[in-house]
């Protein structure tokens, strides 16, 4: 069965310093993909960068980056030069698909708190 | 473009009545799937319709239902509440089911 484990249940990072937000996926099927979305205080879950898993290079969206390592079944987020409004819950995801259907499986979150 | 509305964002029910909760997706987008968030068991998937048929379904009791109409707006119904039920419960649009998520705000719903 696909799963999506997130050890960290907390973070804390200074502003403007990286921080990795750590993931570990397990799943049989050749074709996948991994989401991550923030989910701030207010509830909305925000899409924040997507790897496929025949993807050849690292996915990056401005300062989020996507560290895929494959053999490793590991997608990590790297959110460089934090910012005090990244402080929010962080959730790794993965597709399951299901006769023509698709869901997104999630981990438990990191809760991650940036400090001025 | 407007994003997905999610209504009400806050309900107060009993143990015992029903509630009816409102998706309205992306303009365009005619995949909806709805998502349970609890503390304990996190995030969940409920169900995805697409075109007004259901494709998909999680592991939840027959008290949870829901429909999809043409406009593809959603609806999610829980009948008989449990103390339980009370949740975020998100929706998520796009326009073929396939990747490209979008989610609303959530309805928070508590059950006393």
């Known amino acids: 069965a696909q799963k999506i484990t997130q050890t960290q249940p907390g973070m804390f990072v200074q502003e403007k310093e990286a921080v990795t937000l750590d993931c570990t996926y397990d799943?049989?099927?050749?074709?996948?993909?991994l989401f991550w979305y923030k989910q701030p205080s207010s509830g909305e879950m925000i899409f924040l960068i997507y790897?496929?898993?025949?993807?050849?290079q690292n996915a990056t969206e401005g300062r989020y980056s996507l560290n895929f390592q494959k053999a490793r079944k590991s997608a990590n987020l790297v959110i460089s030069a934090s910012q005090l409004g990244d402080s929010a819950m962080y959730f790794c995801?993965?597709?399951?698909?299901?006769?023509?259907?698709?869901?997104?499986?999630f981990g438990k979150g990191t809760k991650l708190t940036v400090n001025p | 473009k407007a994003g997905v509305t999610q209504t009400p964002r806050y309900l107060i029910k009993t143990r015992g009545q029903q509630v009816t909760l409102s998706c309205s997706p992306i303009?365009?987008?005619?995949?909806v799937s709805w998502y349970q968030q609890t503390p304990g068991q996190g995030l969940q998937f409920l169900f995805e319709?697409?075109?007004?048929?259901?494709?998909n379904k999680g592991n939840f009791p027959g008290r949870f239902s829901g429909r999809q109409f043409s406009n593809s707006r959603s609806e999610m119904n829980v009948s008989t509440l449990e103390l339980g039920d009370s949740a975020l419960y998100l929706c998520?649009?796009?326009?073929?089911?396939?990747?490209?998520?979008?989610f609303g705000s959530g309805t928070r719903l508590t059950v006393v």
């Open positions: 998520a649009s796009s326009y073929t089911g396939i990747g490209g998520y979008t």
């Open positions: 799943t049989s099927d050749q074709s996948y993909g």
């Open positions: 790897q496929g898993s025949y993807d050849e």
């Open positions: 995801a993965m597709i399951l698909t299901q006769g023509g259907s698709e869901k997104l499986v």
């Open positions: 303009s365009g987008h005619r995949s």
């Open positions: 319709y697409f075109s007004e048929t259901q494709r």
